[in-house]
């Protein structure tokens, strides 16, 4: 099966503090990928690495065989196109309502004109009703994005990710502002999701139990270096004490 | 949802969004519409156009660039340096004015509930609402003529924005660190000095440094009224029709100017 996203020898940091030490993997189109690790260890700037909202220092970042950190500022809004991305705190518009959330998931498909005027074609908005419907909250459609819950939030902002047709989902730590019952609900949701629209899926994860439950493959990542890379299966005592290790002491 | 369900939601939600459009677009053409007659009324209709002539305008912008050398003169560093020594003083003065202020007016920690948050909001709203000349004005009467009167009318004027600022700082302050100290059993003078000064510091020194570089400003024009300072010498230049020495004194002005912009953005540096 063909690659969709291929990092090799990926390196990011400063001079004086290096955050990513070379790290590789490959993601195949039903992969669905947790990368699990201490604090600092590096995932947030791994995954923002792919869609280059960090600026990584060396290596590739081959999405469908394109190598993103060899492209231009425009060439790259265009490959961002197709990079959906889940966030940590949901990153919401407060003040927007539900829809008009959902709806900044087609901007970079729309002019700057168009979309000050919010005028956003009709096929968007069914898709975003569709959308909404699809993670429950079809009846929210019109509340203010800060009027919902934090579970009810992240729903807006995975519709808001789909709307862009994805060829690839980052997700960033979904579960961090979430209860335990939430936090699976809203990990039930992206995997359904990933199955339905066959979409891979690289999401950091700190809770171990959860990458297991819900991953086909897990990567371990501690001080910007891979230490483990298998099913989730192989994931023993051993190799979590390899990963955590920093911890520990 | 089925399909038909959707449509007529897509119908509903589209139809509702072209009416804000629609709202939106006359809102605007009613504010385009009012600037535009405003403009009219007011300065098209009221001014007398027949006076001005490129003729006109270049004669005066000459009488201006003859500057005239004998009005830089002792008088003028002396008036330079009182300029801005006055500035300073009334930043300090305002900013000593403005803490009882703050603490009154501050929905968070005033004192005595609404009342005492009612006293500290006129207060900054009459500090704000009586322009630094009239301050002026009411300060000479006051004390006399003088450097001390500029002074005072400048740091009352000084109040307003200061003590508003550092009382809407207040308020917005992190709650958290607040907690912590009030679990700990801290006093509220403790909570004021470990949870709340920490946090506003920053807001309170840039505002500071701000507030003088306003008052440098403020400081080159209370002349005006004899409250000392530059304003002194432009009015006798004006008095007297002598436009070169205007422009010298607008010049000095302006120096004064530059120096604060100057001095503002290194300190904001050191201190931020």
Not at chain 1, 74 to 80: A, D, F, G, L, N
Not at chain 2, 89 to 115: D, E, H, R, Y
Not at chain 2, 185 to 195: E, H, M, S, V
Request: with cysteine; charged share 20%.
């Amino acid at each position: 099966m063909k690659a969709v996203l291929e990092v090799k020898d990926l390196r990011a940091g400063y001079a004086e503090r290096e955050i990513l030490k070379g790290v590789s993997f490959t993601l195949g189109p039903d992969d669905f990928f947790a990368i699990i690790g201490p604090s600092g260890a590096g995932k947030s700037t791994l995954i923002r690495c792919v869609n280059r909202l960090v600026e990584p220092k060396g290596g590739q970042v081959l999405f469908n065989g394109v190598d993103l950190l060899k492209l231009s500022y425009p060439e790259m809004r265009m490959q961002r196109r197709n990079i959906g991305m889940i966030f940590q705190e949901f990153n919401l518009i407060e003040r927007l309502s539900v829809m008009d959330n959902v709806l900044t998931g087609r901007l970079g498909y729309t002019g700057t004109l168009r979309s000050i005027l919010r005028m956003y074609t009709k096929d968007d908005i069914a898709q975003a009703l569709r959308l909404l419907d699809r993670v429950g909250l079809a009846e929210h459609v019109d509340k203010r994005a800060d009027r919902l819950s934090g579970g009810q939030r992240q729903r807006v902002g995975i519709a808001r990710a789909l709307i862009q047709n994805p060829k690839l989902l980052l997700v960033d730590e979904p579960t961090s502002s979430l209860d335990p019952k939430i936090s699976r609900e809203v990990m039930t949701l992206i995997r359904e999701i990933a199955r339905e629209f066959h979409i891979p899926v690289l999401c950091n994860i700190h809770d171990v139990d959860l990458a297991c439950d819900f991953c086909t493959r897990v990567i371990g990542l501690q001080d910007g270096v891979k230490k483990f890379d298998g099913r989730p299966d192989e994931l023993d005592k051993a190799a979590l004490q390899d990963i955590y290790a920093m911890e520990v002491l | 949802m089925n399909a038909a369900t959707l449509a007529l939601r897509v119908e509903g939600i589209e139809a509702s969004r072209q009416k804000t459009r629609r709202l939106k677009f006359l809102t605007w053409a009613v504010v385009l519409v009012a600037v535009a007659w405003s403009i009219q009324v007011i300065v098209v209709r009221d001014t007398d156009w027949s006076r001005i002539s490129l003729a006109s305008l270049l004669d005066i912008a000459k009488r201006f660039v003859e500057l005239d050398a004998s009005v830089v003169s002792e008088d003028l560093w002396k008036a330079s340096l009182e300029t801005v020594v006055m500035a300073t003083l009334a930043t300090v003065v305002g900013l000593l004015m403005s803490i009882p202020v703050a603490w009154l007016g501050a929905a968070n920690i005033t004192p005595f509930g609404k009342s005492s948050y009612a006293v500290g909001r006129f207060l900054m709203t009459m500090s704000r609402s009586v322009h630094e000349i009239v301050w002026g004005l009411i300060f000479v009467s006051a004390v006399g003529l003088g450097a001390l009167a500029g002074v005072l009318a400048m740091a009352v004027r000084s109040i307003g924005f200061i003590s508003k600022t550092i009382a809407e700082a207040i308020e917005d302050v992190d709650p958290k660190p607040l907690e912590a100290i009030r679990a700990a059993g801290g006093t509220k003078f403790q909570i004021l000095w470990f949870a709340i000064l920490p946090q506003i510091i920053p807001v309170f020194v840039g505002n500071m440094i701000f507030e003088w570089d306003i008052n440098i400003r403020r400081s080159t024009i209370m002349g005006l009224v004899g409250a000392g300072g530059l304003g002194l010498l432009l009015f006798r230049q004006m008095a007297m029709s002598n436009y070169g020495g205007i422009a010298v004194v607008i010049l000095a002005v302006l120096a004064l100017i530059i120096f604060g912009e100057v001095a503002s953005h290194y300190a904001r540096r050191a201190v931020i």
